[in-house]
């Protein structure tokens, strides 16, 4: 099932931010799985959680559930954490997945601490714009999510 498969990033307004390619790993109704390497000339770093170039993604995208879950390994495999998004449900084809981020985010380190980023960024928003309503249920449903210990925020999470 490996297929070279492009994934494309928009705004909240819809606007392309970003687009690169990986290779699926698996699919199913309910999930897509990608393997990726982050290729970004620049470290990125939220505290102690750093992504360097070579660090490998594994990120699941749902048609259905209003998040993706990006795990992050160190190119030696060790799991540096779960960056997770709030967003619209993936737009799901055969060659891409499109999707749109709602601004929250989530960052689940491996002792199981949650860190929830960019709050500033949907408090901006006027108190009755939707997004705000929709971002605050997709962060609900995610932390049910990892209250629960779901896949793939469980401790069984490997690098594919």
Request: glycine share 6%; hydrophobic share 45%; charged share 25%.
């Amino acid at each position: 099932m490996s297929a070279v498969i492009t994934i494309t990033k928009l705004d909240f307004e819809g606007r392309e931010r970003l687009t690169y390619q990986g290779q699926r790993v698996f699919a199913n109704e309910q999930t897509t799985v990608v393997r990726c390497r982050w290729e970004a000339p620049k470290p990125f770093a939220v505290g102690a959680f750093v992504l360097q170039a070579g660090d490998l993604f594994i990120e699941h995208y749902y048609p259905d559930e209003p998040f993706n879950i990006m795990a992050v390994y160190s190119p030696r495999g060790e799991l540096k954490g779960h960056y997770c998004n709030i967003t619209a449900p993936a737009e799901i084809a055969a060659a891409s997945i499109r999707w749109r981020d709602w601004l929250l985010d989530l960052l689940v380190l491996p002792d199981g601490g949650a860190i929830e980023l960019d709050r500033d960024e949907l408090d901006a928003l006027p108190a009755r714009h939707r997004l705000r309503v929709d971002a605050e249920q997709g962060m609900h449903r995610l932390r049910a999510w990892l209250a629960t210990h779901h896949w793939p925020l469980d401790k069984s999470s490997v690098a594919l």
